[in-house]
């Protein structure tokens, strides 16, 4: 529970009233109409609220109590006829001593209304549990990357300047029923003299959960600066959404001649022009003329991302097999090569448009030939046929990377020049925030008509 207080405020009001004057003497009712005036000084208002966590998951506000006092009102009406102007304003005072305590209720009873109806409908345009495509939000959203790092492989430069197969296998990813989780886990509470709130913040196979390991056991420094609210985000969070994409086999990967423009001249055993990787691998070329190559990368384990200071390491196990395929239904594929790949990448990230990006950098690579029916293949043939695949997966995951993780926030609340820094395990994203002045009035200025229409 918290308690908001503040004083000597002033709030000044005007418009048009209508109201009627009931007498037995006045026979009909006797209608007034008008243009009022009123000021209020010296209010004081305090208002005790408890920050909860709602069944859903969801924050939820409750107000305890309120009170308030107005010091003094000033109340002027005209235009409503000359006797009833005097007759008005000659009975201010007792006509002040009947609306004061009226206005001090209200006020309680508009704020109280604000916190208990308003203020939850707006907490509970908070995502709980979103799908990584779903339009408002579009975690993983396809537009045009351009890549600064050049291949250092002869299979590289010839593949990356299209990057039209890695669109489509994030277009792919996108449509899979994987959900983000950010439903509370306990009620807000006040901690160095700001409010937490714990949050899940997983990501599952179509929110199932099931994540079968347990977010990192991390440190938190208390809030400092003069930032108005921080983002803090373990990498259970990637590593959750890795886990679930791994199990769905969806790093998984099968890639040919019709993958891309680019690999359909490549991933041949007879080069019609140019180059192929039948010239390139040995006696593949003699060995299977006129034969497509398919090249398959299989995840051996869940890829794992871990946070440290200014970056995030991240290891992916694998192993690609390399295939001649079958000239039609009758003649099997035939595994030419079989090797296993362990690659360890740098991962840098920044915010762009309140989403958070990030671009890959390939650390090491460890590729081992396993097996291979190919003769006359030199050791350097084989380091660039893992060295493309390494580069093929560092280009993919800064395509992941650049379509960012939009930044959770609700209506009415606009992020303002956030900023991201990695720590031990987790990161964290500090930020300002303003609120939509028309949100706001018009929030405001359906609670207070609603709470006043009746006033009389």
């Known amino acids: 529970m918290f308690t908001w207080s503040m004083s000597k405020m002033h709030i000044r009001a005007s418009g048009q009233f209508e109201a009627s004057l009931n ?19 010296h209010v004081a208002l305090s208002l005790s609220v408890k920050f909860e966590r709602s069944p859903l998951g969801a924050p939820f506000l ?3 109590g309120c009170r308030s006092s107005v010091g ?16 008005i304003n000659s009975f201010k005072s007792f006509l002040i001593g009947h609306f004061k ?49 050049k291949p250092r492989s002869k299979l590289g430069q010839k593949v ?18 994987l959900l983000l989780d950010y439903s509370l886990l306990a009620d807000p509470f006040i901690q160095s003299g700001a409010m937490a709130m714990m949050a899940k913040g997983e990501i599952s ?49 099968t890639i040919g001649p019709e993958s891309s423009d680019a690999l359909k001249d490549i991933l041949v055993t007879t080069c019609t022009s140019g180059f192929c ?14 034969r497509q190559v398919e090249v398959q990368f299989r995840a051996k384990k869940a890829p794992i991302v871990v946070f440290v200071e200014d970056r995030a390491r991240f290891r992916l196990h694998g192993h690609m097999n390399l ?71 560092e280009k993919l995951l800064t395509q992941i990377l650049q379509h960012g993780i939009v930044l959770p926030t609700m209506q009415g609340i606009q992020l303002k020049s956030p900023k991201l820094t990695f720590h031990e395990r987790y990161l964290r994203v500090t930020t300002y925030f303003k609120l939509d002045e028309a949100y706001a009035y018009n929030l405001v200025r359906a609670a207070v008509r609603s709470t006043f229409n009746s006033v009389g």
């Open 62 to 64: 409750r107000s305890l």
């Open 101 to 149: 305590p009226q206005v001090e209720q209200r006020m309680c009873q508009m704020i109280q209304r604000i916190v208990d109806a308003d203020m939850n409908s707006l907490l509970a345009t908070i995502p709980l549990k979103i799908r990584i495509n779903e339009q408002r939000f579009d975690i993983l959203r396809t537009s045009p990357i351009v890549f600064k790092s």
């Open 205 to 253: 196979w179509r929110g199932q959960s099931g994540t079968p390991f347990f977010p990192p056991n991390i440190r938190l420094p208390p809030p400092h600066g003069v930032h108005m609210a921080e983002f803090i985000a373990s990498d259970y969070l990637a590593n959750s959404l890795l886990y679930h994409a791994y199990k769905q086999s969806l790093i998984d990967l």
């Open 72 to 87: 003094y009102v000033d109340l002027n009406v005209r235009n409503t006829g000359l006797l009833t102007d005097f007759f």
């Open 160 to 177: 990356f300047s299209n990057v039209t197969m890695l669109l489509n296998y994030v277009s792919d990813l996108r449509n899979q029923d």
């Open 323 to 393: 295939f001649v395929r079958a000239i039609n239904a009758t003649t099997p594929a035939v595994l030419v090569v079989s090797s296993d790949s362990t690659i360890t990448a740098n991962i840098a990230m920044a915010i762009d448009a309140n989403k958070v990006k990030g671009n890959a950098t390939i650390d090491s690579l460890d590729f081992k030939l396993k097996d291979t029916k190919l003769q006359d293949v030199d050791a350097n043939s084989f380091a660039d046929l893992g060295l493309f695949g390494a580069e093929f997966l």
């Open 23 to 41: 007498s037995p003497l006045l026979l009909p009712t006797v209608p007034i109409t008008g243009h009022f005036e009123a000021l209020l000084g």
């Open 277 to 290: 990787l039948g010239e390139f691998l040995g006696n593949l070329g003699e060995a299977y003329p006129n």
